[in-house]
């Protein structure tokens, strides 16, 4: 997942040097804490900007969001993406779809998010991160849904029996799957394999998820 810190450059106005300085100092200390992964003081610094600096710009909201999101904040992160969405004018509105897409994917909320990676590129159809991350979900989501559909079938068929740790290893690859790391799913269950046979009892999982992967690395 691509995540995009926004630029903003405050033009620097000489009737008030000293203020400017001041709060292009600031925007330099947001960046610099975000570039860092120092997302806890992120957070402080874009909230200062808001707060004490009095910017107002969708691109400091859109950071500050970023920044929430990568605290590990996410119900503050958003709260602050939703308002970006409505933003017109803008190429905010659609970068903030698709990362509230991206946290409901999170959540396993996946119709919901395919939702806001559609809105994503309505607004915006050159959005090529919202334009992967719809058909990657869509694609994953017709066919989760045929295995479904097919799962009492395949546990009358199949008389395999998962052990403990190829139930340990599925809930591991339902995790990457969750944050749309497909091929680092697909991996999990292939080294499991590789130890106990019993993870075949997962076969129409791990096929499914090649076949994702397959997608994804001719993107």
């Given at each position: ?7 903003w450059?405050l033009?620097?106005?000489p ?15 947001a960046?610099?804490s975000?570039?860092e992964a ?8 874009h909230l200062?900007l808001?707060?004490?600096h ?30 970006l969405?409505s933003?017109?004018?803008?190429s905010i509105?659609?970068?903030a779809?698709n990362?509230?897409g991206?946290?409901?994917?999170n959540?396993?909320?996946y ?16 959005n090529?991160?919202?334009r992967?991350?719809y058909e ?11 295995n ?5 079938d395949q ?8 052990s403990?740790y ?6 591991q690859?339902d995790?990457?799957?969750?944050r ?5 799913a697909?991996?999990?269950m292939?080294?499991a ?9 997962y ?13 994804n690395?001719?993107?």
């Amino acid at each position: 997942m691509l995540f995009r810190y926004l630029l903003w450059i405050l033009l620097v106005i000489p009737a008030d040097w000293k203020k400017i300085a001041l709060t292009n100092e600031a925007l330099a200390k947001a960046e610099r804490s975000f570039k860092e992964a120092d997302f806890e003081n992120a957070v402080r610094n874009h909230l200062a900007l808001l707060e004490e600096h009095e910017l107002r710009q969708p691109e400091i909201r859109f950071n500050l969001a970023l920044s929430y999101q990568n605290n590990g904040q996410e119900e503050d992160a958003k709260k602050t993406y939703e308002p970006l969405i409505s933003a017109s004018g803008s190429s905010i509105s659609s970068f903030a779809a698709n990362q509230q897409g991206f946290l409901l994917g999170n959540e396993q909320k996946y119709k919901e998010a395919l939702s806001y990676f559609k809105t994503a590129l309505l607004k915006e159809p050159g959005n090529e991160q919202a334009r992967y991350n719809y058909e990657l979900l869509s694609r994953w989501l017709e066919g989760n849904e045929e295995n479904q559909e097919n799962e009492e079938d395949q546990e009358d068929e199949d008389k395999i029996e998962p052990s403990n740790y190829a139930k340990r290893m599925k809930a591991q690859a339902d995790e990457m799957v969750n944050r749309f790391q497909f091929g680092e799913a697909a991996g999990i269950m292939e080294r499991a394999l590789e130890i106990d046979e019993t993870v075949a009892h997962y076969q129409k999982f791990m096929d499914h998820l090649n076949e994702i992967n397959e997608i994804n690395e001719n993107q």
